[in-house]
Each structure stands twice: as structure tokens, then as C-alpha cells.
């Protein structure tokens, strides 16, 4: 038992043991509900479909698996303790990682807007929405969440790379490996990945405000706007035209005098 557990850390194949991944079930299962808090907490009139919402989440879920399972078979492969491992390979990749997909989703907007691919820009999906481009762009986030670690394994692999003291700083304070266990598969996550796909999931959304306030001309009037306006523009006229056809209706029962007049006094 002393060889297959390091002094200090959690041991070899921790993180997929039975307590490992129970761990994994319960941080996929918090994100899940924080991604459900924040599309409860929309105003309805901002809510997208729920088609829409699957859409726009699953990209990055699935992005984010990903990466979660590619740092947990990178943290195995050496004897040394996977869970500071794999909490470096976490920390890159929520911090430089994403600079390098923000990036990378900017390049490939850029291509796909000169290349007039409509149905590959992120977050459109046609109308009615169609499963063929989001297929299209998730398989487009996933080239540059792929190129984004492997960019990350390569800076990992840099030999001035001192990951035995940056082990002894994050994790050196913890003595129990269980515990360390749940600060590195449960607790950090969680923080991270709820901002972050908080974060993110605003930005889409907001996509979809901005285009929900647009109408054909290309305005950004609101609907509430645009009805108060017609309501102010069509009062007065409603009011013009009530008054005239009272003038009319006036003007009528005066003529009809005149004529009994005019005939009364032809008769006698």
C-alpha cells in the first residue's frame, strides 16, 4: 500500500476510483444546476427556447468534458501525484486555455463570416433552428478546444517546467488524500466552471437579445416601444376621424333640413 500511494497526496488511479468518480458525477450534476439557475433567473421575455438554450450549453459541455477526461488520463500516466496534476492541467486550462479559445472563436467567426457560412456562425442556427448547424459549429469549437490543448500539453512539457514545487504550493497544506480529492475534483471545478459558464452563456444570450430587438428595417426598437408608439401615433387619428365623420354626420342632418325646407315651401 505504501508504494501504490505517495507520501503526501492522493494515490495512483484515485481519480477514477468509486469515490473519484462519484465525485465526477456530483460536479457534473452542480454544473448542470447552475446552468439551469441562470436560464431560471432570465426575464421571460429574454428566455430562449428550450431548443435553443440545448443548443447553445451542449457546445460547452461537451468542450469542457473534454478537456476534463483528457486531464484526467494526462494526470495518470506518471507515478507522481495526479491529483496536483491534474489541478495544474485545470488551472492552465482556465486560465491561458481560455484566452486561447477566445481567440480561436475569433479567428474561426472571422473565416466563416468572409466564407459567408451562414449556418457555422456561432449561435445561429437557422429558423427553424436546424440540428445540421449546430453539429457544424460544435464540431468547429471542438477543432479549437483540441488545438487549445495541445498547446497546453506543450507548455507542460517545457523543461524548465517546475511542477514538483508548484505540487508542494497548491496542495502540500492538505494531509488527507480524500480531502484533497474533493478540493481538486469537486470544489475548484465547481467555482470555475460555474463562472465560466455563466460567463460564456451570457454572451451568447446577449447575441440573441440584440437580434430579438431588431425587426425587419433593422431598428432596435423594443416590442413594448413600438407598441407604446403606434398607441401615441394612432390616438390622434382615431380622434380626426371620429371628429369628422361627426362633421359629416352634422352636415348631413343639415342638408336633409334645408331639402324639407326647400320642398315645404314648393308645395305651398
Known sequence: M??????????????LGRFGVLLQALLALCTFCTLMLKRF???????????????????????????????????DLTEEDPCSL???????????????IWLGVKVVSWAVQRQKCTHLVFGEYGDPPQAAAWIGQCSLYMVI???????????LLIPSWTKAKLQQILLSYIPNPQLELIVVMLVVPFIVNAVLFWVVDSLIMRKHKQKDMLNINGSTETPQARSEESQVLLSPDMDFDQSESDQDISGLQGTNQKMKQSSYHVVI
Not at 145 to 155: F, P, Q, S, Y
Open 145 to 155: 478546444v483540441a488545438v487549445e490543448k495541445t498547446l497546453i500539453i506543450l507548455v
Open 86 to 100: 491534474y489541478l495544474i492541467n485545470f488551472i492552465l486550462d482556465a486560465t491561458l486555455g481560455m484566452l486561447l
Open 2 to 15: 505504501a508504494a501504490s500511494r505517495p507520501t503526501q497526496g492522493c494515490g495512483s488511479g484515485a481519480l
Open 41 to 75: 433567473k432570465e426575464p421571460k421575455e429574454e428566455r430562449r427556447p428550450w431548443r435553443i438554450w440545448i443548443y447553445d450549453t451542449s457546445k460547452q459541455v461537451i468542450g469542457a468534458l473534454f478537456i476534463h477526461f483528457t486531464n484526467i488520463f494526462l494526470s
